[in-house]
């Protein structure tokens, strides 16, 4: 996960060096006239940034919450598993 995160990380880095030198010639500038270059360090890196997330998702890796702290769902009382939780009683 933190390989994952780091890439992300990564991505999104370089977009933001992009946009920064994007700019850097104003508005009129080679980079920022270039559809190219904004396809590939703009686009491409977030559309990566979004991909390597969703592969890799914190949900997925971390598992269940009740293994969280090395329990399992043996741990957990049956009667307590499927009683709903009642807010209106008093």
Known sequence: ???????????????????????SNGWTGRIITTQVYFNVLDGAMIFLAMFTLNVFHPGILMGKADTWNGLTSSDIPQDQEKQPKDSSSS
């Open 1 to 23: 996960m933190i390989g994952a995160l780091f890439m992300m990380w990564i991505f999104l880095l370089i977009r933001s060096i992009y946009r920064t030198v994007e700019l």
